[in-house]
């Protein structure tokens, strides 16, 4: 789930469940609204009065979307073209970060936002909004064509460099923005070698312009030799730590000290630099790698007022790899921690089941995806899948506990799923450290009329089932609100045949959200491709399924449990 992260939502402390007046959370970072199924706004806590300068009575009582969904130039939409709208008229939970709220001074508020279906305290139906204040990235910097930059473009160079580098932790995204800041503005050539956490030396990136954009020359690109310890060569010397220097042509015109020499002279004559300014990367605890820019075709030379202003650069793009090595070990640890938590399918007899989780790409974060099946005392078997908020390792332990807290409610607990969920909302609010979770949680049970599912919704998307012969349906007749959001609404139970040779797929949001396009179609794809393997042994359908149905620009990670039911007795089971 990507809208919101566990840090975004801080509540008070434990044990202080402060609300505000019209009965809903005070939660520290979010504002949080009431619509009814209509679109009218039911109530509001405090912090969404203090985002939008409005007061509750501007609020209450008025149509959420007139009111407050503008576009980037701060006109009203219309309906059709309103993502948020989109999700609340399916009745579905669903978010996104690139909206903007109409504040009560006329500004706009750009919010990262997420709407779940939920109960109002007068029995109807609506849906609560989640919302908090969510930056709006900058505009592309355009080259100024000359290395000579007044006090107040340096000033503001370093300012833009410190805000893209550290809005990143992906190493190589890193570099690719440090490289765009420099070329053309600073120089002709820019190179970056890095020091790999095995101590090789690995020239990362060399680039040039054309035309004003950046062009890689991945030919000169790859391994260099070790550091030599008593080369007095300027990259040996930044690769050991000791300060900048400049260099030409005359530097390397002698016999070579070392193997990087060998590569610094053939990086000299293919790319016919005359001047160079080296500057070492440093990171808070290490030397992680060098810095170089080049000229070749601008005239001038590089001048040691040029080297404070390379060395300012190369210090901040030490602290943003540092930060993002930092996080990719956290995220190795995560997705680790991640796929030992996941469990082995049971031996139920009669029902096959098969599993998959899908991390995200290597430039996102780690999630809160899960699954689960596991055995009752009273021999039904318990099916679970859920994304608990947010993108990092606080999700990952935040999905622990809320597994290990359903299997033990469960277990001890002979009650309705919805019962269950409502304990477990509780524990959710008052002990996990997870903030919110999204959740649908059921019981298999088999008698002499056959397989049938029990279940409830907490603001999950919904399972979808495919009979033997092709034809297919979402089970969302009820969706109640997600885990953690601190409303006390009664949650409801729904009765679902599981008719023989049956398939039942639970998923997470990653295999049908898209940024590209509407929730819908990305439900629609899933149903089609979903359909269309229905006979196919169940494995192969799980990994047909996550290649076909999965959007190609998805970014978040997927979880995927599917059940098939047997043959009636007598007839052939051959899937």
């Not at 160079?157 to 503005?185: C, I, K, Q, Y």
């Not at 690109?221 to 008593?230: A, I, K, S, T």
Request: aromatic share 4%; glycine share 8%.
């Amino acid at each position: 789930m990507s809208a919101f992260s566990p840090d975004d939502l801080d509540r008070r402390p434990s044990g202080q469940d402060v609300r505000s007046p019209d009965g809903l959370p005070d939660l520290l970072h979010a504002g949080m609204y009431l619509v009814r199924d209509n679109g009218v706004i039911a109530a509001v806590n405090a912090r969404a009065e203090g985002l939008l300068g409005r007061p509750a009575d501007e609020l209450v009582g008025r149509d959420a979307h007139d009111l407050l969904h503008r576009d980037h130039l701060g006109q009203m939409m219309p309906r059709s073209s309103c993502t948020m709208m989109q999700v609340f008229l399916s009745g579905r939970t669903g978010g996104g970060d690139r909206e903007w709220f109409a504040c009560g001074d006329g500004t706009l508020l750009p919010v990262t936002w997420l709407v779940t279906p939920c109960g109002l305290a007068d029995g109807t139906t609506g849906a609560a909004v989640l919302f908090y204040e969510n930056a709006v990235g900058d505009e592309t910097i355009r080259p100024t064509g000359s290395t000579t930059l007044s006090q107040l473009d340096r000033l503001a160079l370093l300012a833009e460099t410190t805000t893209r580098l550290t809005s990143t932790l992906d190493a190589d995204e890193a570099v690719a923005r440090l490289v765009r800041l420099v070329v053309p503005r600073l120089a002709d050539w820019a190179v970056v070698d890095l020091i790999t956490e095995s101590d090789d030396v690995w020239r990362t990136t060399v680039a040039t312009h054309h035309n004003g954009v950046v062009v890689r020359r991945e030919d000169l690109e790859g391994p260099l030799p070790p550091v030599h310890e008593e080369s007095f060569m300027p990259l040996s010397r930044a690769l050991r730590g000791a300060a900048s220097a400049l260099a030409g042509p005359e530097t390397y015109q002698g016999p070579p000290d070392s193997g990087i020499t060998v590569a610094q002279q053939n990086l000299f004559q293919v790319t016919g630099l005359r001047s160079a300014a080296i500057a070492p990367i440093r990171g808070p605890r290490a030397v992680l790698g060098a810095l170089t820019l080049g000229l070749s075709d601008r005239p001038g030379a590089f001048a040691d007022a040029e080297l404070s202003l390379l060395e300012d650069i190369a210090r901040r793009a030490g602290l943003a790899l540092e930060n993002a090595r930092l996080y990719q070990r956290q995220r190795h640890i995560a997705e680790t921690m991640q796929r030992h938590l996941l469990p082995q399918m049971p031996e139920v007899p009669g029902l096959r089941m098969a599993a998959r989780y899908e991390s995200a790409s290597e430039s996102s974060q780690v999630g809160g995806d899960w699954y689960d099946v596991f055995p009752l005392s009273d021999g039904a078997t318990a099916v679970a899948i859920g994304d608990v908020v947010g993108h990092n390792i606080d999700a990952a332990a935040g999905m622990a506990q809320v597994r290990n807290m359903l299997r033990a409610y469960a277990w001890a607990l002979q009650e309705p799923p919805s019962v269950i969920m409502e304990r477990l909302d509780q524990a959710v609010v008052n002990v996990a450290e997870a903030s919110m979770a999204t959740l649908i949680f059921g019981r298999v049970e088999r008698d002499d009329e056959g397989w049938t599912l029990r279940w409830t919704n907490a603001g999950h998307p919904p399972p979808l089932l495919i009979t033997h012969d092709g034809r297919s349906r979402f089970l969302d007749e009820k969706h109640d609100h997600l885990l953690g959001t601190g409303l006390t609404r009664a949650r409801s139970d729904t009765v679902t045949p599981l008719p023989p040779l049956s398939t039942l797929v639970l998923y997470t949001d990653g295999l049908i959200e898209s940024p590209g396009q509407t929730l819908d179609r990305g439900m629609a794809r899933l149903r089609q491709h979903a359909a269309a393997l229905a006979h196919r042994p169940l494995h192969v359908f799980c990994d047909l399924l996550l290649e076909r149905a999965r959007p190609v620009d998805n970014d978040d990670d997927v979880a995927l449990l599917v059940l098939r039911t047997p043959a009636q007795d007598g007839e052939p089971d051959d899937l």
